[in-house]
């Protein structure tokens, strides 16, 4: 159903009865802006919810659906005003809040009020990556071009030249444009309006936070307001209407604004609608929705079955027997993913078991181990300093760890790599390098080398059977690659075979 | 934190009763305990990293959306998060950094969804405005921190347990908060299902403190049938809206919460406020808001599903370990190496270590002989040890047991042999 047409004054009052009296010095632009965001949340949800804001229950839906986050500062008291559900959040922070408010209810409308302090300073870098999300959101900001609410402080958006309590001598610092940040950083829908004397450009700001509210995607709004007992007492402007005829001064239509050569733009401010590009929202995008069902079938597949459970066996031995292995070599050869297999070969052959990782901060090169303890009971501590079986797949790891290995227990060392062995006894030496470069032939260097070591250590120890290292493997990283993996599973039998006869 | 603020008398009822069937998540190792006694007798089993678990356990609990950024070493969340959140119905969003994490996270809880973010230590300072924001606002919310190293970078992929202080006192003001630290995979599903039922039931954000060890490593575990995750939601209002009060005061000292859009239209600020939300500058409602955040996690009630502490061979222990996450599993092996020797030593293990459980721990720390604290820090939570030492020595009227510190911070674990030293010592 169409607004019905009403005007402004006899419209409903959205205030909360206990807020009826404003925080805000008297004359202030804030009392304007939340007026036409009133009229045009009333007008524009009316219409789409096919209510009635004239009538107690249409207004009712409408104040039910609407929800206002704000930050820090006096714009953002007027989420305490306003009826609907509301956020007063942190400073700067209402559009983080109000995003993952959407993401998790697009039924609702969400309106942020703001102030360029709290959005444009602190709160910079959301604004950027709103614009660029694109949520279905509106933000209005009142752009006094100052810090109101801690006392006439300068903003990001102060004009330079001009005294603040914090510029005492001079804003020095140059000011950036909203709008054009607005729209370098993504956003849809930019539109400017203005607090002056004139009804007019009250009339113009209720058409423009309407149009935002009606724009599918990120709208922003900004207001341009005065502080005139903050910032115009320090910069001749003390009187709500002096400040509001200077304001007035500055403005002119974008449409004519267009029309002048850059030079004569020079201190004007247009106002209308500066930018609209009609795009999907975040949520409305055949992307996000390909996401979704991507990740249902994702959900599926790694649904585990249920089984059924009797009463585990009550632990007798408090200490039982572990052992355990470690895999080291240089970031990118795959000691890690060899310790979550040697993990799920010891599980599935239904033992206990602890896998641990160690590696530097870069994805690839730097030192890495993993660690995988095997018992029939429980186990306590996951690592060990007197470890069973070291397979070292480079010299530094070999050198680094050797002190790790137990007594009794056996260095697996990749001989293509490690040249140093120091005559310590419990070496097992293997050209593990050469081997896979000539049994398995991997289309990159080393791929695979650590299946192949893998099954190599894990059969000549007999620590598990083949089949279910096997399994483990081509469960895991198997699947991509099964032939290469294949072949360094049967070359690490081999060797394993033949170390075995000497 | 043990002393219990004015109002909480009132509040007090008694604890529930305990569930004839299915899991009771007070229980230490709670799915084991209801299969040993037939509560539960089907089950999942798998193997899974500690991470995934915490992310795993998170979306069965009825978690809908995540708000987070990538850090080591916790990203595995968020990645799990980003596979799975959006095939149940849920939605996520990695966002510009960590403090929109942890807000994006809050918003949609007031939409009525269940809300966690996860990071790590600087993340985790990042994060602490917000974190106030939650405790005054009463937010359910769960913060996953999987604990580096520090200051700073320190070591990104190296394990810590040096935000114990952190978790407790990293925002400003004076609030409530609920941290736990789980030691093995499946401590990480179970605690992660319990923290979002505590956050939910007394509409409180709560921390998971896993370290990086735990976060990172892997074991099998056995989980419940999705149909029996043991799942609490947050109290909702029933009465008509205008008397809707979202911060009212109730017989538990916990208002209820609607989400919004449903008619229940409330103002929610991190300005002290009065019961219908809205900014107040009397004194008596700021003291009392103040007061009822707190007098809400210590009824009777509260602390039965709050605190959680493990005591291990602790009964006669001469020789008192006390010790949580990776570090109180070297401290088992060392405790059962000095029992083998002979030695009367024991592990206090607090699960939940914020807020600590006197009940559980003054008896043991007013007979123990000795008492140390191991722990991947500098003697962060030795502070509350020795805090509770004190207590235990004052109403036992003795001299307080001593409380040493075995600390290490060089990235390496505390090894059992280190912690075997200690007690033989």
Known sequence: ?502 | MAEAVEGAATARRAPAAKPAQGIDLRQINAVRAAIQDGRLTQARRTTLGGNDAIAQAALEAGARFFGGYPITPSTEVLEYAARHILGVGGSYLQMEDEIAGIAAAIGASLGGVKAFTATSGPGFSLKQENLGYACLVEIPLVVINVMRGGPSTGGPTDPGQSDVMQARWGTHGDHPIVAIAPATVQECWEETVRAFNISEKYRTPVILLPDAKVGQMKEPVILPPLSQVPIVNRPRPTGAPEEYEAFGQTASGVPPLAPFGEGYRSHFTGLYHNRKGLPTKDVRLVDQLQKRIHAKLETREARADILKTEEFFAADAEILVVAYGITARAAKDAVLEARAQGIKAGLLRPITLWPSDPGRCLPHLARAKRVIVAELNLGQYRLEVERLAYEAARAAGKVPTEVLGLNRVDTRLITPRDIFQEIAR
Not at chain 1, 128 to 149: C, E, F, P, Q, W
Not at chain 1, 372 to 383: A, K, L, R
């Open chain 1, 1 to 502: 159903m169409n607004a019905p047409l009403v005007c402004s004054l006899e419209m409903p009052d959205l205030r909360r009865t206990q807020m009826r009296r404003n925080i805000w010095c008297e004359g202030c632009g804030l009392g304007n802006m939340q007026q036409s965001i009133s009229v045009a949340l009333m007008r524009q949800l009316g219409r789409r919810l096919g209510v009635n804001f004239m009538e107690p229950a249409g207004l009712e839906t409408i104040k039910n659906k609407v929800a206002m986050v704000s930050g820090i500062g006096c714009t953002s008291r007027m989420a305490g005003h306003l009826d609907f559900n509301t956020v007063h959040t942190t400073h700067g922070r209402s559009l983080a809040f109000a995003s993952g408010l959407k993401m998790a209810r697009p039924d609702l409308t969400v309106v942020l009020a703001a102030g360029d302090g709290d959005i444009f300073a602190i709160g910079g870098n959301h604004f950027i990556h709103a614009a660029r999300r694109n949520l279905d959101m509106t933000l209005i900001v009142y752009d006094n071009r100052s810090y109101g609410m801690t006392g006439a402080q300068h903003s990001p958006t102060s004009t330079m030249g001009e005294v603040g309590a914090s510029a005492p001598y001079g804003v020095f610092e140059p000011p950036f444009s909203l709008v054009d940040l607005a729209i370098g950083a993504g956003a849809g829908f930019v539109a400017q309006g203005a607090i002056t004397t004139l009804q007019e450009h009250q009339d113009q700001l209720d058409e423009l936070i309407a149009a935002g509210l009606e724009h599918k995607g990120f709208s922003f709004i900004n207001v341009i307001g005065q502080c005139h007992t903050g910032w115009g007492t320090r910069n001749k402007r003390a009187e709500a209407f002096r400040y509001r005829q200077y304001i007035q001064q500055q403005v002119i239509p974008v449409d004519r604004w267009r029309e002048l050569p850059a030079e004569a733009r020079a201190g004007l401010r247009p106002l209308g609608i500066i930018h609209r590009v009609a795009r999907p929202d975040l949520q409305s995008t055949p992307g996000y929705a390909d996401c979704v069902s991507r990740s249902k079938k994702a959900v599926e597949a790694a649904a585990e079955e249920v089984e059924a459970i009797a009463p585990l066996p009550v632990v007798v031995d408090l200490r039982p027997a572990r052992t355990c292995l470690r895999f080291a070599g240089s970031g990118g050869q795959g000691v890690i993913t060899a310790g979550e297999i040697a993990l799920s070969a010891a599980v599935r052959a239904g033992k206990n078991g602890v896998f641990t990782k160690n590696y530097g901060p870069e994805a690839r090169g730097g030192e890495a181990y993993s660690d995988v303890t095997v018992s029939d009971g429980e186990i306590h501590y996951p690592q060990s300093d007197q470890l069973d079986v070291l397979v070292a797949l480079n010299q530094e790891t070999f050198d680094k760890f050797r002190k790790d290995v137990s007594a009794t227990g056996r260095i697996l060392v990749n001989a293509t790599a490690v040249r140093e062995t120091y005559g310590d006894a419990r070496v097992l030496a293997s050209p593990i390098g050469e081997l896979l470069a000539r049994e398995v032939r991997p289309p990159k260097r080393e791929l695979g080398i650590n299946i192949l070591a893998l099954a190599l250590a894990l059969d000549y120890l007999g620590l598990m059977s083949r089949e279910a290292v096997e399994a483990a493997v081509m469960k895991g990283v198997g699947k991509k690659n099964p032939g290469l993996n294949q072949k360094a599973l049967a070359t690490g039998w081999a060797e394993a075979e033949r170390l075995k006869t000497l």
